[in-house]
């Protein structure tokens, strides 16, 4: 039997090709608020948080002027951003929601509470924070069972950390 990965192991980065590379920042850092990394010109950009070198690549090396794949498909369903708690969920909410971002659906899970929307190059995104494990819903037999219950927005929004 093959080992299991680490559990230390993570995705460290997405790396999105992009239409418009300004309009992508524009989202990214300027909805989200991802800090702005590094630049390459008009071509690409790296944007992080908390100073990490980047959590995100935008690049239109292949993708300038380009159009989302059409519906039915295969590719990335969507790129997930963890946040560290309640808190911080509930201002990223409040960010999308002032910039005027359509969501695309909400929901908690039982393990996670998440926002799903798409980013101006029509790529999935959700917004999450983690319960703890401690928290997650389990059957009898202690096996994980997740759900997909609505999600109380207001409730979230009034949580939200102070901007």
């Known amino acids: 039997m093959t080992q299991p990965i680490h559990p230390e192991a993570r995705i460290g980065h997405v790396h999105l090709k992009v239409a418009d590379l300004e309009r992508a920042i524009g989202f990214y850092a300027g909805v989200l608020g991802f800090e702005l990394q590094q630049r390459f010109g008009t071509q690409a ?24 794949p059409p519906r039915g498909t295969t590719g990335l369903y969507h790129t997930a951003f963890l946040y560290p708690d309640r808190a911080s969920l509930g201002d990223a909410l409040r960010r999308v929601l002032e910039a005027g971002v359509d969501l695309e659906g909400a929901a908690d899970h039982g393990v996670s509470e998440a926002i799903y929307l798409r980013d101006p190059d029509g790529n999935g995104v959700e917004l999450y924070r983690d319960r703890a ?27 939200a950390r102070p901007n």
């Open 45 to 68: 950009a790296f944007l992080g948080a908390g100073g990490y070198h980047h959590h995100i690549g935008l690049n239109t090396w292949e993708s300038k002027g380009g159009h989302p």
């Open 133 to 159: 494990p401690e928290d997650w819903p389990r059957n009898s037999a202690g096996e994980l069972r997740m759900v997909n219950a609505p999600l109380d927005l207001q409730a979230l929004l009034a949580e």
